[in-house]
């Protein structure tokens, strides 16, 4: 099915139209045609993306999520540079319809973007409005509760030009008595840092009990705070009625590209074999859902599943927990992750060439979805080195251990099969773009398993954009992090290997 066709249902299953540039309902509210809008982004790989002829010819239409300020101070200079902790904290409450329906709106927000002209004040009021979608994707079937179990989730808002944007969520009953729906607190901001958003809600929450203007002190101290380094630690003074002034310390991990992560949930989830053949089929950049009752299991579950894939990225539709008004993106033709609530289980298993992931704790069959070759993809031999280095962890593994055991186990993958990259880009000259020699490449790879593996996974749009870069870098660019590290130390371990061997 074309992405053409795809677009063609969703706009027929939702009552939509589409304009040059933009979606919009047969005659909708400007919140809802911006919210439309935004969520459309995340179509961005029908429009060619990741097509490098296309990108080489035309840029791609850019569809900014953040205004532009008429006048940028020394402070929004900083911030806009990434070096705050978060762009907006807002509070999406759920308010009753005349139609009797709750709907998700916006009741708080911090800051207040004031002085921005109507083009940027609409676009913001769509994006706050596409935000309310992600907290509460389950669209407007709820009522009032007496009793809920407060989770903590994060989405992707990401745009045209695929930069992304996080959004961390907690979803909670409100202080009050008797029955009564759900509030949900949510963070936007360009930093990937689950594990320390996480800790900044529990202060948030604490501090909403007792009353919403306890929020703005602390968010305004963290807000003017600098974003730590990996491994460091920032202090924020707040003061709190009846205990005085109190400082939350927050620290980032050393593996900072693990810090948006948590593993426990995948393995809890999953076994180590099952989790190999999802590695196995994400690594192949095939169409992957996920399905579970609980968003902060899609959630954790999906951006675990990408951090496996370092150092490649994930170039295609990405969305950890997909609201109901996006439910037919699964009709997508192009690879995906998704994370979609068991209740639209139904929508989802009628597709075909997709692996489908159950993890629900009452499962039957872990796989409702599959081709078939998953188990085929990988070498043999690697696949049980993965298997081996999983049974390292410990049963009772902080977040930490347990990230440091899997890194361990799946990074050497990619340095054993890729890992001689640098040795294969040539240069005519000085200054000049290098050139990989893919077809060398592969063949310079002694294992018949291993060479057949890698031949089809220089197919892929991770591998090729991590060529990319590599060809735009001088010679002289210092290599770094950690799986250079890696891969120099696998080198050097062969080379002693073989001296022992003459």
Same mark, same amino acid.
């Given at each position: 099915?074309s992405?053409d066709?795809?677009?063609?249902?969703?706009r027929?299953a939702?009552?939509?139209?589409?304009?040059?540039?933009?979606?919009?309902?047969?005659?909708?509210?400007?919140?809802?045609?911006?919210?439309i809008?935004r969520?459309?982004t995340m179509?961005?790989?029908?429009?060619?993306k990741?097509d490098? /002829?296309?990108?080489?010819?035309?840029?791609?239409?850019?569809?900014?999520?953040?205004?532009?300020?008429?006048?940028t101070?020394?402070?929004e200079?900083?911030y806009?540079?990434g070096?705050y902790?978060?762009?907006?904290?807002?509070?999406?409450?759920?308010?009753?319809s005349?139609?009797g329906?709750?709907?998700?709106?916006?009741?708080?927000?911090?800051?207040?973007?004031?002085?921005m002209v109507?083009? !940027?004040?609409?676009?913001?009021?769509?994006?706050?409005?596409?935000?309310?979608?992600?907290?509460?994707?389950?669209?407007?079937n709820?009522?009032?509760l007496?009793?809920y179990?407060?989770?903590?989730?994060?989405?992707?808002?990401t745009?045209? /030009?695929?930069?992304?944007r996080n #959004?961390?969520?907690r979803?909670?009953?409100?202080?009050?008595?008797?029955?009564r729906?759900?509030?949900?607190?949510?963070?936007?901001s360009?930093?990937?840092?689950? #594990?320390?958003?996480?800790?900044?809600?529990?202060?948030?929450?604490?501090r909403? !009990?007792?009353s919403?203007?306890?929020?703005y002190?602390?968010?305004?101290?963290l807000?003017?705070?600098?974003?730590?380094?990996?491994?460091?630690?920032v202090?924020?003074?707040?003061?709190?009625?009846d205990?005085?002034?109190?400082?939350?310390?927050?620290t980032?991990?050393?593996?900072?590209?693990?810090?948006?992560v948590?593993?426990?949930?995948?393995? +809890?989830?999953?076994? /180590?074999?099952?989790?190999?053949?999802?590695?196995?089929?994400?690594?192949?950049?095939?169409?992957?859902?996920?399905? %579970?009752?609980?968003?902060?299991?899609?959630?954790?579950?999906?951006?675990?599943?990408?951090?496996?894939?370092?150092?490649?990225?994930w170039?295609h $539709?990405?969305i950890s927990?997909?609201?109901e008004?996006?439910i037919?993106?699964?009709? %997508?033709?192009?690879?995906?992750?998704?994370?979609?609530?068991?209740?639209?289980?139904?929508?989802?298993?009628d597709?075909?060439?997709?692996?489908?992931?159950?993890?629900?704790?009452?499962?039957?069959?872990?796989?409702?979805v599959r081709?078939?070759?998953?188990?085929s993809?990988?070498?043999?031999?690697?696949?049980?080195?993965?298997?081996?280095a999983?049974?390292?962890?410990?049963?009772?593994a902080?977040?930490?251990?347990?990230? $440091?055991?899997?890194?361990?186990?799946?990074l050497?993958?990619?340095?054993?099969t890729?890992?001689?990259?640098?040795?294969?880009v040539?240069?005519?000259?000085?200054? !000049?773009?290098?050139?990989? !020699?893919s077809?060398?490449?592969y063949?310079?790879?002694?294992?018949?398993t $291993? +060479?057949h593996?890698v031949?089809?996974?220089?197919?892929?749009?991770?591998?090729?954009?991590?060529?990319?870069?590599?060809?735009?870098?001088?010679?002289?660019?210092?290599?770094?992090?950690i799986?250079?590290?890696?891969i120099?130390?696998?080198?050097?371990?062969?080379?002693?290997?073989?001296a022992?061997?003459?």
């Amino acid at each position: 099915m074309s992405g053409d066709e795809v677009q063609r249902r969703i706009r027929k299953a939702h009552g939509l139209k589409h304009t040059k540039q933009r979606w919009s309902t047969v005659q909708p509210s400007e919140g809802e045609r911006g919210a439309i809008k935004r969520l459309s982004t995340m179509w961005s790989s029908f429009r060619g993306k990741h097509d490098k /002829d296309r990108v080489m010819k035309e840029p791609p239409f850019q569809e900014s999520l953040e205004p532009a300020p008429v006048d940028t101070p020394a402070k929004e200079q900083r911030y806009m540079s990434g070096q705050y902790f978060f762009e907006y904290l807002v509070v999406v409450s759920l308010k009753k319809s005349k139609e009797g329906a709750y709907e998700p709106q916006i009741t708080y927000q911090f800051p207040k973007r004031d002085g921005m002209v109507r083009f !940027q004040r609409e676009e913001e009021e769509k994006t706050l409005k596409a935000i309310t979608l992600f907290c509460f994707p389950e669209g407007i079937n709820w009522a009032p509760l007496t009793e809920y179990h407060s989770e903590t989730f994060s989405f992707v808002l990401t745009e045209i /030009d695929g930069s992304r944007r996080n #959004g961390y969520c907690r979803r909670l009953l409100p202080h009050g008595n008797g029955a009564r729906p759900p509030e949900a607190y949510c963070i936007i901001s360009r930093l990937a840092c689950f #594990g320390l958003f996480s800790k900044i809600f529990d202060e948030v929450e604490k501090r909403r !009990q007792i009353s919403m203007a306890m929020i703005y002190p602390f968010m305004q101290s963290l807000r003017e705070a600098a974003f730590p380094a990996p491994g460091n630690t920032v202090k924020i003074k707040s003061f709190i009625p009846d205990k005085g002034t109190e400082i939350i310390s927050l620290t980032r991990p050393l593996d900072s590209w693990l810090e948006h992560v948590d593993f426990r949930t995948l393995f +809890r989830c999953l076994t /180590d074999e099952e989790v190999l053949l999802v590695f196995a089929a994400a690594v192949m950049e095939r169409r992957i859902v996920f399905i %579970a009752e609980e968003l902060s299991t899609l959630s954790q579950v999906i951006h675990a599943v990408v951090a496996l894939l370092y150092p490649f990225t994930w170039q295609h $539709t990405f969305i950890s927990i997909v609201p109901e008004i996006l439910i037919d993106v699964v009709m %997508a033709p192009t690879p995906y992750l998704l994370g979609v609530q068991k209740r639209l289980l139904e929508q989802v298993t009628d597709q075909s060439d997709l692996l489908v992931v159950d993890l629900s704790e009452d499962k039957g069959d872990t796989f409702l979805v599959r081709s078939g070759d998953e188990k085929s993809i990988l070498p043999p031999k690697l696949q049980d080195e993965i298997l081996q280095a999983l049974r390292n962890r410990k049963e009772e593994a902080t977040v930490e251990e347990l990230n $440091t055991v899997v890194s361990e186990a799946f990074l050497p993958f990619f340095v054993k099969t890729v890992g001689h990259f640098a040795s294969y880009v040539t240069r005519k000259g000085s200054g !000049q773009p290098g050139v990989f !020699q893919s077809r060398a490449f592969y063949k310079a790879i002694e294992s018949k398993t $291993t +060479r057949h593996f890698v031949k089809k996974f220089l197919q892929t749009q991770m591998f090729d954009l991590f060529i990319q870069e590599l060809e735009q870098q001088q010679p002289a660019s210092p290599q770094q992090g950690i799986f250079h590290k890696k891969i120099v130390e696998y080198q050097e371990k062969k080379k002693r290997e073989k001296a022992k061997k003459r």
